[in-house]
């Protein structure tokens, strides 16, 4: 069974820093890629940004292109989102999503498996 856990959310003042964390566990990750999604209080789920496990090409919503940065580690099976100049806007929290082969999408019906969120707060 796939499992992912994140970590790394917190409270951080508009133009700090943050990394998520997703450890990924329950099979080989080689051909599936991983997202990151954010779901702010009363809206849909958007995404952010995602990556193929196997050759680490990447893709973003143009709301954070430029300022974060999704990356993974192969030896630790963790995905992380690197996020810099965070906005108040930014506030949601943040879901590690895995979907079982190579194809990027970026809508949340096509991902398998979900962590249970950490909650990123950017005060102005």
């Known amino acids: 069974q796939v499992q992912l856990v994140e970590s790394g959310g917190g409270l951080v003042q508009a133009g700090g820093s943050l990394r998520l964390s997703c450890a990924a566990s329950?099979?080989?990750?080689?051909?599936?890629?991983m997202g990151w999604f954010r779901q702010a209080p009363g809206m849909d789920r958007d995404f952010v940004a995602v990556?193929?496990?196997?050759?680490?090409?990447?893709y973003y919503a143009d709301s954070v292109k430029g300022r974060f940065t999704i990356s993974r580690d192969n030896a630790k099976n963790t995905v992380y989102l690197q996020m810099n100049s965070l906005k108040p806007e930014d506030t949601a929290l943040y879901y590690c999503?895995?979907?079982?082969?190579?194809?990027?999408?970026?809508?949340?019906?096509?991902?398998?498996?979900w962590g249970q969120g950490t909650q990123v707060t950017v005060s102005s």
């Open positions: 990556i193929r496990w196997s050759g680490g090409s990447t």
């Open positions: 329950g099979r080989a990750f080689s051909r599936y890629v």
């Open positions: 999503a895995a979907r079982g082969d190579p194809i990027f999408y970026t809508t949340p019906v096509e991902y398998q498996y």
